[in-house]
């Protein structure tokens, strides 16, 4: 099993940019997360979801957008990038809910948007 | 609000106990966990505490659990430099909340 893996592993973006950064898990997990990690700030969870098809609002959702098309992945897009996006991105994924199971984490993105 | 504290770093020995410790101010916490990031990977979930039980121990691992003050601990003993990571506490209330992460505390072996 690969786990939880996440593409691409840094990114550097000028302002106005767009991009999406691809999440993926073969644990069969029904929910998946999106966290940004700021020095100082720990992990602030951005959006989530709890099954296919379905998507949800975290702590810090504003200027992220997410899918969920299939089971195994998890999409997070950046319509128009901007400098105060500089992070690094964890993914994450568990079976059961948040506070139930383990959540697995991907090893990050780091992107930088200038 | 919910919120998780912890110092943002701890320096220790190699061979000594480490004790990172943590208070957060949700009384209905449920769950509390201890997360280790090493440089450069995820997190990856180390242990965790139910809200009934006071002490947890799992190899060199201790968990104690202080209910009364809202307050939570790990302590690892004879801390080698494998160990040197960021150790994040987290709490939900129930199964299907949210988990909030505290900051993280930098763990520094010294030689």
């Known amino acids: 099993n690969a786990g939880v893996t996440q593409t691409p592993k840094f990114r550097v973006l000028k302002t106005g940019q767009s991009m999406t950064l691809l999440c993926a898990q073969d644990?069969?997990?029904?929910?998946m997360y999106w966290y940004r990690q700021d020095p100082g700030m720990g992990l602030r969870l951005i959006h989530y979801?709890?099954?296919?098809?379905?998507?949800a609002k975290g702590e810090v959702p504003d200027g992220y957008n997410v899918s969920r098309l299939k089971k195994q992945n998890f999409l997070l897009g950046l319509e128009s990038a901007a400098p105060s996006q500089t992070s690094v991105y964890f993914c994450?994924?568990?079976?059961?809910?948040?506070?139930?199971?383990?959540?697995?984490f991907g090893p990050g993105t780091r992107l930088t948007v200038l | 609000g919910e919120d998780v504290e912890q110092s943002l770093f701890l320096s220790v020995r190699e061979g000594d106990s480490s004790v990172i410790n943590c208070t957060y101010t949700?009384?209905?916490?449920?769950?509390l966990y201890w997360y280790k990031q090493e440089p450069g990977a995820g997190l990856q979930l180390l242990t965790y505490?139910?809200?009934?039980?006071d002490m947890k121990q799992d190899q060199r691992l201790t968990v104690l659990l202080n209910k009364k003050d809202k307050h939570l601990s790990l302590r690892i003993a004879d801390t080698q430099t494998g160990d040197s990571a960021i150790y994040f506490c987290a709490e939900s209330r129930n199964r299907d909340d949210k988990i909030i992460f505290g900051k993280g505390t930098r763990l520094h072996i010294l030689p």
């Open positions: 949700d009384s209905s916490s449920t769950y």
């Open positions: 979801s709890v099954g296919e098809g379905t998507t």
């Open positions: 994450a994924s568990s079976y059961g809910g948040q506070g139930a199971d383990e959540q697995f």
């Open positions: 644990m069969n997990h029904e929910y």
């Open positions: 505490i139910f809200s009934n039980m």
